[in-house]
């Protein structure tokens, strides 16, 4: 059960091309935000359709999959975990983020389908 602890799946379009970010050991990450619509009715009956965007962080292998092969629009399916860090502005504000340390990538769609890492 300690793998159910903290464990995101989340199936969404990116929306923004994957930045990449080389470490003199020569390892990758790869950062990109993806969206993910939900549809529901309110108290009326209209229906309301809601998009959350998700920041997700990809490292190693995964990341020169994310490279080569995923763009703005593209669907994908990922897992991975909730991470929370901190950091200061330019301004000497403290930010806090919320990000997906993604381990496991799908892409979907027609034509292009094929399993990641």
């Known amino acids: 059960m300690n793998s159910l602890r903290n ?4 199936i969404g379009h990116i929306g923004n091309d994957p930045q990449i970010h080389t470490f003199d050991s020569g ?3 790869a950062t990109f935000s993806i969206a993910t619509n939900d549809a529901y009715r309110n108290k009326e009956g209209d229906k309301i359709d809601t998009t959350q965007w998700h920041n997700i962080v990809v490292w190693g292998k995964t990341a020169e999959f994310v490279e080569n092969y995923l763009t703005k629009g593209k669907e994908i399916a990922l897992e991975g975990k909730l991470t929370s860090r901190s950091y200061e502005s330019k301004d000497g504000d403290k930010r806090y983020i919320t990000e997906v340390v993604a381990n496991d990538l799908l892409m979907l769609g ?8």
Do not use: G, N, R
Not at 7 to 10: G, I
Not at 110 to 117: Q, V
């Open 110 to 117: 027609k034509k292009e389908a094929a399993k990641a890492f």
């Open 7 to 10: 464990k995101v799946t989340l």
């Open 27 to 29: 390892k990758k990450k």
